[in-house]
């Protein structure tokens, strides 16, 4: 089954600066990699997906790639700012008929 | 649209006893995914459903875990004969799976204790 795995577990960034999430998946036929942000004590939120048909995503401050050959993935933030805080988990997913399997998250922290 | 409800949000229980722990998917969503969160960890798989069907449940234990997503009414996620080891946070989640669209939206969890 899938497999995908999530590094770094913990990133501390200054505020204003970029971070990088990076995750490798297993299953070739995966084809949708969604991105959640978890804050303390609440749910999962969907906050940026990409599909294997294309190669990069943007949504403002927040950009995702997808390099299929190599099976990775990466979330980038720019311009950091302290409510960026929180865990970040990416996923794999074959689509319309499997499960979502979820990296192991990264607790990230905007330092001011 | 309310989003994907759950409840209890909390839920604390003896050792041995049983814990239901219950999902409303968003409406028009067909899918429900569980999973369970320990402290400080990551969000592992437990079971897929459809109505009526049980999709995977490759994540879930074999004994005193089963779950149900009937044709009307919420999924039920049971746990019977519960343990210390089963306290975490149960969430659900649920998915359109159209063709084109198999975005997951999460509810708030349930928080099991068990004492």
């Known amino acids: 089954g899938e497999n995908v795995e999530q590094h770094p577990s913990t990133l501390s960034v200054q505020e204003g600066d970029s971070a990088v999430i990076k995750c490798t998946y297993s299953?070739?036929?995966?084809?949708?990699f969604p991105w959640y942000k978890q804050e303390l004590g609440k749910r999962p939120q969907l906050i940026i997906d990409?599909?294997?048909?294309?190669g990069e995503k943007k949504d403002q401050r927040i950009a995702v790639t997808l390099n299929k050959t190599a099976k990775h993935f990466s979330l980038h933030i720019t311009e950091t700012q302290p409510e960026d805080s929180a865990v970040y988990f990416c996923a794999a997913s074959t689509g319309r008929d499997d499960k979502i399997i979820f990296g192991k998250g990264t607790r990230l922290h905007i330092l001011p | 649209n309310a989003g994907v409800m759950q409840n209890p949000r909390h839920l604390v229980r003896r050792r041995g006893q049983e814990a239901r722990l219950r999902c409303s998917p968003m409406?028009?969503?067909?899918?429900v995914y569980w999973y369970r969160q320990l402290p400080e960890e990551g969000l592992k798989f437990m079971v897929y459903l459809q109505k009526e069907n049980i999709i995977d449940e490759s994540g879930m234990p074999k004994e005193r875990f089963s779950a149900e997503f009937p044709k009307e009414g919420p999924s039920i996620l049971r746990i019977q004969q519960v343990v210390r080891g089963d306290s975490a946070a149960y969430f659900c989640?649920?998915?359109?799976?159209?063709?084109?669209?198999?975005?997951?939206?999460f509810g708030q969890g349930t928080r099991l204790t068990v004492v």
């Open positions: 990409i599909r294997s048909n294309v």
């Open positions: 299953d070739s036929a995966s084809n949708y």
């Open positions: 409406k028009g969503h067909s899918h």
């Open positions: 989640a649920s998915s359109p799976k159209l063709p084109g669209n198999t975005e997951a939206f």
